[in-house]
């Protein structure tokens, strides 16, 4: 069972543009929510991460939004530029437990120039 | 780039045999989580050590063990390898308490 949905599955957009990707999650033990950035053949790299008591957080380009009621939270990239193109996840976990991360299935956006 | 190092980079081993993955935490980092990325997919935690023991266990069978030693760098074993354990193996490093985890570069295991 998933427990962190995310979609689209792709997404492209032209330079400039604002990408925005969505994740979904049912466990309101979750308390933790962050995006990671992997490019090909590397590991996953922390983008911005956001609590529940917060329902919007800016990191340069990159902003979460979060609606505790609706379990919902996404990423905006502003401005966005052709060294964007990656695939992005997002991730929930809790603190009660081990703290591990569960992942969405990811997307691949592409930022034409 | 984070402190967290990864070794080999990329094997290839036949179904049935046994494989060791090792991870070195960034500095001051004292908790090691072990994830398995399979092609297209997001990770998947397997299991996460503390203090050198296994702090708790994703759904992966008991083949899949590993270890942590005092300096906090750990080794993932895989025995009775299967093809479906073709995957990228991702190690994580954080500090007790604290939910960020730094990734490592993983290493790409092939299963034949």
């Known amino acids: 069972q998933q427990q962190v949905k995310q979609s689209p599955q792709s997404l492209i957009v032209q330079k400039g543009g604002i990408p925005i990707i969505n994740c979904a999650y049912e466990n309101t033990a979750f308390d933790y929510f962050p995006w990671y950035q992997q490019f090909p053949g590397k590991g996953p790299a922390l983008l911005i991460a956001?609590?529940?008591?917060?329902s919007e957080k800016k990191e340069g380009r990159f902003t979460i939004s979060f609606n505790k009621s609706a379990k919902q939270f996404s990423l905006h990239i502003m401005d966005s530029q052709p060294g964007d193109s990656a695939t992005y996840f997002c991730a929930a976990s809790s603190q009660t437990g081990a703290n591990n991360l569960f992942f969405g299935t990811g997307t691949r956006l592409t930022v034409i120039p | 780039e984070t402190g967290v190092t990864q070794s080999p980079t990329h094997l290839i081993k036949t179904r049935g045999q046994q494989v060791t993955l090792r991870c070195s935490s960034q500095s001051g980092h004292n908790t090691v989580s072990w994830y398995q990325q399979a092609l297209g997919q997001g990770p998947q935690f397997i299991f996460q050590?503390?203090?050198?023991?296994?702090?708790g266990r994703g759904n992966f069978p008991p083949r899949f063990s590993g270890l942590q030693f005092p300096n906090y760098s750990s080794e993932l074993n895989v025995n009775a390898l299967e093809l479906d354990d073709s995957a990228l193996y991702l190690c994580?490093?954080?500090?007790?308490?604290?939910?960020?985890?730094?990734f490592g570069p993983g290493t790409r295991l092939l299963v034949l």
């Open positions: 956001i609590r529940p008591d917060v």
């Open positions: 994580a490093t954080s500090s007790r308490g604290l939910e960020t985890q730094y």
């Open positions: 050590y503390y203090r050198e023991e296994e702090n």
